[in-house]
């Protein structure tokens, strides 16, 4: 009898705690503490909140506690721990993740948990993810963010506008002007953008540099602190095009009156056909396109005698991170890992139409040629060639203002250069 009891309350135990995730007490209760990036209205929070709802079902010992901050949520969560609260896990735009909480040392190292199985394939978890976005943002090897969200840069067009203008994705800058006057002459114009919005203007210098250079050119030129690199004649070259951009037509005059999201909001009524920008835009822009609009997108064109290859992609990442201070980061990290099966990343697909990372999981239809591109990149790279997430001071400060001061006109091409040369010794000479 005595055996019995024995074997019956061993067998109530491990229906109470799931072994799909690996958590042992059923006894202990534990609370996490999530501050996220997103507003709880969001498609994105919602589909987070359901997670956290199953999981907690599966995991009765443990509650997550969510606070939905939106876009000051680094902000906050650094300002939270100098006071000692807790939070044990947080979610970012990966890039200035990376260069703020990351950089500063306040993140948890997933190293001893990556070659543990995922949940729903008998394989390391780190065997799941879209290559090259796990270790992005490594440093020294090891591994802090969780990506779980994946943009890609690239022209997102309207496929009609196209159509109509006879026009094709092109493949080099030689085609991707042609096309612009394609679509001048049909009466579109051709590229939207916006004023006010500096790291959507960066992408065309980061993209150039890294086609004309490869990926690292950039990054190698912020480092260099006598700021002569910036001399080197493929950062003219890159100012010059940007203001043939502008003297063509291909981007209207009025975009310098545009405020986010006027600027976007010409292509989604139908008077511009084209914007460079990450795989967000169909979402942001499907209240106001008509029904029958098709996205396509396409990869920014070759350099003329570049070294860079055109399947080269410049990601926008989302991720998770655990707190370095945390008390419970094997918690934390059941978490991730339970969030990271295909059904659960297939419902952040499906419902807030964005690109994840977990392989094998299909983007919606709006962002197809996204999804194809993440597929065959080439390499990868973050934001302003990944200098974001290591040199963020220098880029929101120098980079950034400069270049926004030359695609709007106010910074001759020649002028330019010479800012960024003199600001970057100057910088550097201060550190």
């Keep these: 009898m005595k055996k019995f009891r024995l074997l019956t309350l061993m067998l109530i135990v491990a229906m109470v705690v799931p072994l799909s995730t690996g958590l042992v007490s059923a006894q202990e209760k534990i609370k996490l503490v999530y501050w996220s990036m997103w507003n709880e209205t969001e498609p994105q929070a919602k589909v987070i909140q359901s997670w956290i709802e199953a999981f907690e079902a599966a995991n009765p010992n443990i509650d997550i506690e969510a606070t939905w901050n939106g876009r000051q949520n680094q902000t906050l969560v650094r300002t939270a721990l100098s006071a000692g609260q807790q939070i044990d896990l947080v979610d970012q735009d990966a890039d200035p993740l990376a260069g703020g909480l990351v950089q500063e040392g306040m993140a948890y190292p997933l190293n001893e948990f990556l070659d543990e199985k995922a949940l729903d394939e008998d394989v390391p978890i780190r065997e799941v993810f879209t290559p090259g976005t796990l270790d992005l943002f490594a440093v020294d090897g090891q591994i802090y963010l969780w990506p779980y969200i994946?943009?890609?840069?690239?022209?997102?067009?309207?496929?009609?506008?196209?159509?109509?203008?006879?026009?094709?994705?092109?493949?080099?800058?030689?085609?991707?002007?042609?096309?612009?006057?394609?679509?001048?002459?049909?009466?579109?114009?051709?590229?939207?953008?916006?004023?006010?919005?500096?790291?959507?203007?960066?992408?065309?210098?980061?993209?150039?540099?890294?086609?004309?250079?490869?990926?690292?050119?950039?990054?190698?030129?912020?480092?260099?602190?006598?700021?002569?690199?910036?001399?080197?004649?493929?950062?003219?070259?890159?100012?010059?095009?940007?203001?043939?951009?502008?003297?063509?037509?291909?981007?209207?005059?009025?975009?310098?009156?545009?405020?986010?999201?006027?600027?976007?909001?010409?292509?989604?009524?139908?008077?511009?056909?084209?914007?460079?920008?990450?795989?967000?835009?169909?979402?942001?822009?499907?209240?106001?396109?008509?029904?029958?609009?098709?996205w396509g997108a396409f990869n920014f064109p070759e350099m003329p005698g570049g070294v860079g290859k055109q399947g080269d992609l410049m990601v926008y990442l989302l991720s998770f991170m655990i707190v370095k201070d945390s008390k419970h980061p094997r918690e934390a990290f059941e978490f991730l890992r339970f969030i990271m099966t295909k059904e659960n990343m297939q419902k952040m697909a499906d419902e807030a139409l964005v690109g994840v990372t977990r392989l094998g999981v299909p983007w919606a239809e709006a962002i197809q040629d996204g999804a194809t591109a993440a597929a065959n990149a080439t390499a990868v790279f973050g934001m302003a060639d990944g200098s974001v997430a290591q040199y963020s001071e220098f880029v929101n400060n120098i980079l950034y203002v400069n270049w926004s001061k030359l695609f709007l006109g106010d910074l001759t091409p020649e002028e330019f250069v010479e800012k960024m040369a003199s600001d970057a010794a100057e910088y550097w000479k201060g550190k």
């Design 150 to 294: 994946y943009n890609t840069s690239q022209f997102w067009y309207n496929k009609d506008a196209f159509a109509e203008a006879g026009a094709e994705p092109p493949k080099t800058w030689e085609d991707f002007l042609g096309v612009c006057q394609k679509l001048l002459d049909a009466g579109y114009a051709p590229i939207a953008a916006e004023s006010d919005i500096q790291f959507y203007q960066i992408d065309y210098l980061t993209y150039q540099i890294v086609r004309y250079k490869g990926v690292g050119f950039l990054r190698q030129t912020i480092e260099d602190k006598t700021g002569e690199m910036w001399r080197d004649p493929v950062y003219l070259q890159a100012a010059q095009n940007m203001r043939e951009l502008w003297d063509r037509g291909c981007i209207p005059p009025e975009t310098k009156g545009y405020l986010w999201p006027a600027g976007q909001q010409t292509l989604g009524v139908g008077v511009s056909a084209m914007e460079l920008v990450g795989s967000w835009l169909p979402i942001e822009l499907a209240p106001i396109v008509e029904g029958s609009f098709e």
